[in-house]
């Protein structure tokens, strides 16, 4: 008897101290179906040392932070997205700033430098091949240009109706574009700052707009995709601002469109557009095919609230502003293993 109650503790303890299977990141479509998407992981924050439940009572304490106010540890309310190279900008109006985050070393900051350079209602970023970071504050009505530092240098200026209420910015090797959702308009600047023109009014029909707001620039194919959020749909313009073509229409469903805002386009053509109301984002081809629905309201991983903007990298990372989670996610698009 006492032998079987020793082979039994041992049992106990070894079944005690095993450590319990990982699950499988999430992956679109479920298994056993081939993955086409999977979860990577999320950005919260740029992870300051010490600024955990203790870590931020010390610094309460000794003064560095005041009861009550929001802290630099971590995104409040990510709206705009823009990657390159490992370096992941985020605009967050909640913080008033922008957090540059560095996947290298897991690491961030927050732009522009400078105490007095305070932004209101940051919501979209975008940059320039020579390192220029363009902000987007859709309060102030301004883009400011800053430095590959952080300090604020500028300001895009020259439009002669002025901006209404922009909405997001998109650049190309050549321009930058600006939505404007009271205006109904997008404008065009060189990539020097310089104003160049502006295209679209508040209308329904091909070329028009009701409230234009995420914009992306696809550089493979030298297209604007415009989210026509009122007129739920996507549209897409020449560099130059010729009306190319549409997808997208209202729906309660999948592979419609209820609540239309980031916008992004992958290496193998498909357009990846977000939807607030659905609380995911969906794929599609350039010909209006559904592909794919990713997500459902939640907190965990592949799941959303509010999602706002979307990027898509070099390696088709694919990022995801989740706003109200306040984190950005982070996804692996797979490609297809043609026999």
């Not at 939505?179 to 308009?185: E, F, G, I, N």
């Not at 020097?192 to 502006?198: I, P």
């Amino acid at each position: 008897m006492n032998r079987l109650i020793s082979s039994l503790s041992l049992i106990l303890v070894l079944t005690a101290a095993a450590p319990p299977a990982e699950a499988p990141p999430p992956q679109w479509p479920a298994a056993p179906q081939a993955a086409r998407l999977r979860f990577a992981g999320e950005i919260a924050g740029p992870r300051v040392a010490g600024t955990g439940k203790i870590g931020r009572f010390l610094r309460i304490l000794i003064g560095l932070d005041k009861a009550g106010e929001v802290t630099a540890d971590r995104l409040v309310k990510p709206t705009g997205l823009y990657v390159s190279s490992g370096t992941v900008f985020v605009a967050d109006p909640g913080m008033r700033a922008v957090l540059r985050y560095d996947e290298a070393t897991g690491r961030g900051e927050w732009w522009p430098r400078g105490a007095e350079k305070k932004l209101l209602s940051p919501v979209s970023v975008a940059a320039a091949p020579d390192g220029r970071v363009f902000i987007l504050d859709s309060q102030l009505g301004k883009v400011f240009i800053l430095d590959a530092k952080g300090n604020i240098t500028g300001e895009l200026e020259g439009d002669p109706e002025g901006m209404g209420r922009p909405a997001a910015l998109a650049a190309s090797g050549k321009r930058i574009y600006i939505s404007d959702a009271k205006k109904h308009r997008v404008s065009v600047y060189g990539i020097d700052g310089t104003f160049l023109q502006a295209f679209g009014r508040r209308g329904s029909k091909p070329g028009e707009f009701n409230f234009p707001t995420y914009l992306w620039f696809d550089e493979k194919t030298d297209r604007l995709w415009v989210t026509d959020s009122g007129n739920f749909r996507l549209q897409w313009f020449t560099p130059d601002g010729r009306f190319g073509g549409s997808i997208g229409e209202n729906g309660n469903r999948p592979g419609y469109l209820a609540r239309p805002r980031g916008v992004a386009v992958d290496s193998e053509g498909h357009v990846f557009v977000v939807d607030a109301a659905f609380e995911a984002f969906q794929l599609f081809d350039d010909k209006n095919n559904f592909l794919l629905f990713v997500g459902r309201a939640g907190s965990a991983a592949g799941q959303f609230s509010m999602p706002g903007g979307v990027f898509i990298d070099g390696r088709d990372r694919v990022y995801v502003a989740d706003t109200q989670n306040a984190r950005v996610q982070v996804f692996q698009y797979i490609k297809e293993v043609k026999p």
